[in-house]
């Protein structure tokens, strides 16, 4: 299980926390800061992710996690604090054989009294999932209000082993924040392309440009996600080492994601 925490660097602190186990202070608005349980640690923020590969924030404060999964489900998740994510007595909005007994793969459907949101069982869910037929890894995501309008209000996120990049509506996914395990906002691929030296529109996909810097065909395609200090969408790969930038086309509506 894995726990994001939430510390302030400082030291002497100037923002009143108490003191931490190191050179540093824990917020007293973390709620394990001020629960009084000497058992429980204050540095704690959330926790009950299973691999929080990355963590941003929309303009409005609110805090995103991508969490990758075990066998089935990639999470986005809307961060709270002192909330428990489920793992691994939950993948996505099933629930883990493993805590039962059962092996580490299988996943069952959770009572539909729970799934509803009807009782209540003390975790929070994702605002968006996809499973193993769409991708392997979840990477980086960001709220995006850039350029490029078909993505904008957006959270553009991709799938590290496939090179994938998918999109939901941010509106749609803070309204899928509701307690109800069931709500998940929907989620679109995205298709980049490129304009040949003709002007001509060529469909690609990540792993294509990857593989087209390689010269062969790569397994993996390492895709990370970043944001500009303007506010673009930043790719890159470790295989290839290059920095790819997503802008709108000039050579249509401008509407629609480029890479180059």
């Known amino acids: 299980?894995?726990?994001?925490?939430?510390?302030?660097?400082?030291?002497?602190?100037?923002?009143?926390?108490?003191?931490?186990?190191?050179d540093y202070t824990i917020p007293m608005a973390n709620k394990f800061a001020a629960d009084g349980d000497p058992k429980t640690l204050g540095e704690i923020y959330a926790y009950g992710f299973r691999n929080a590969h990355r963590l941003s924030w929309d303009i409005d404060g609110t805090m995103f996690a991508s969490?990758?999964?075990?066998?089935?489900?990639?999470?986005?998740?809307?961060?709270?604090?002192?909330?428990?994510?489920?793992?691994?007595?939950?993948?996505?909005?099933?629930?883990?054989?493993?805590?039962?007994?059962?092996?580490?793969?299988?996943?069952?459907?959770?009572?539909?009294?729970?799934?509803?949101?009807?009782?209540?069982?003390?975790?929070?869910?994702?605002?968006?999932?996809y499973d193993h037929d769409e991708g392997r890894a979840v990477t980086d995501g960001f709220a995006y209000h850039g350029r490029i309008a078909a993505l904008r209000d957006k959270f553009v996120f991709g799938d590290i082993q496939s090179g994938r990049m998918f999109a939901s509506d941010l509106a749609a996914m803070k309204k899928a924040d509701d307690g109800i395990p069931q709500t998940v906002a929907?989620?679109?691929?995205?298709?980049?392309?490129?304009?040949?030296?003709?002007?001509?529109?060529?469909?690609?996909?990540?792993?294509d440009l990857v593989d087209a810097t390689m010269g062969a065909k790569i397994p993996r395609a390492d895709l990370h996600i970043s944001r500009s200090r303007d506010g673009e969408l930043v790719l890159t790969s470790r295989q290839d080492g290059m920095i790819r930038m997503l802008v709108?086309?000039?050579?249509?509506?401008?509407?629609?994601?480029?890479?180059?």
């Open 1 to 22: 299980m894995t726990a994001i925490l939430r510390i302030d660097p400082r030291s002497p602190s100037v923002s009143g926390g108490q003191k931490g186990l190191g």
């Open 67 to 129: 969490d990758i999964g075990m066998n089935h489900i990639e999470e986005i998740n809307i961060v709270r604090n002192g909330e428990n994510y489920g793992w691994m007595r939950r993948e996505g909005y099933f629930e883990n054989a493993r805590p039962r007994g059962g092996a580490l793969n299988e996943l069952y459907p959770l009572p539909p009294e729970i799934l509803s949101g009807r009782v209540k069982d003390g975790f929070s869910y994702p605002v968006a999932v």
């Open 186 to 207: 929907p989620i679109e691929e995205i298709q980049l392309y490129v304009r040949d030296a003709d002007g001509k529109r060529v469909n690609v996909t990540f792993q």
């Open 248 to 260: 709108p086309d000039r050579g249509s509506s401008g509407t629609a994601p480029t890479n180059r």
